[in-house]
């Protein structure tokens, strides 16, 4: 019988650790690549391809549900099952002070950061059950820091629901995962702390080789 092909979802793909991880597991996993920005998705199909790898390019916005089910329809379809998902996107509202919160980027941080995920884990389960498949979530404990009240709210809001589902699926499966990786000279930490000194942060290429043994043990 023919092992089927390992699968890895990643949504968040296009930049950052989501675009290193997708890199690093290319070797070894057909990666599915989610993220909004086209172009960016493209270039990382090239570095995928460059590594001997292939990858299925799915340039939508985690928010829409109704884009969310054709993928996962489209997974089933085509694989069956998936062995991994690296959840890597995340709405990173401007910094600001709580009693003065955007209306709009508030509505979506709530909408990506907590009601996408929620969504995600209902689609996403089935298609890792059927291949004993793990989740992969990355916590950023800003909550309660000063001006991190868009993001440091939603990003505590999505790490207690993940929590919840890792906890309920010790027995069953499939295995959830939270990891804290290094602080990183991403878009985002550069929106967060403009004029930081990047030059001690560590590359989200060098951070994705030291993540990728914790997940695939």
Excluded: C
């Excluded at 920005?37 to 109704?66: H, K, N, W």
């Excluded at 868009?150 to 999505?158: D, I, R, V």
């Excluded at 878009?187 to 989200?204: I, Q, V, W």
Aim: charged share 20%; proline share 7%; aromatic share 6%.
């Amino acid at each position: 019988m023919t092992t089927p092909e390992k699968t890895a979802l990643i949504t968040g793909a296009s930049r950052g650790l989501g675009a290193a991880l997708a890199e690093a597991l290319a070797p070894t996993h057909h990666i599915i690549a989610v993220a909004r920005t086209t172009g960016a998705l493209e270039e990382l199909d090239d570095r995928v391809r460059a590594r001997g790898g292939a990858a299925t390019l799915a340039p939508m916005d985690i928010g829409v549900e109704p884009a969310m089910q054709q993928l996962v329809a489209s997974v089933a379809g085509r694989w069956g099952g998936l062995d991994l998902w690296v959840h890597a996107a995340i709405h990173a509202a401007p910094l600001g002070p709580a009693a003065h919160l955007d209306e709009k980027d508030w509505q979506k941080s709530l909408d990506t950061n907590v009601t996408a995920t929620r969504r995600l884990i209902g689609l996403v389960e089935p298609l890792l059950l059927a291949r004993e498949g793990r989740a992969v979530f990355f916590d950023d404990p800003r909550g309660g820091q000063k001006f991190f009240g868009h993001y440091g709210t939603t990003k505590a809001a999505q790490m207690a629901l993940v929590r919840s589902w890792q906890a309920e699926t010790v027995k069953t499966g499939p295995r959830v995962l939270v990891l804290e990786p290094a602080p990183m000279p991403t878009a985002t930490r550069a929106r967060f702390f403009p004029g930081e000194d990047r030059a001690p942060l560590t590359s989200p290429q060098d951070e994705a080789t030291r993540l990728l043994p914790e997940l695939l043990a």
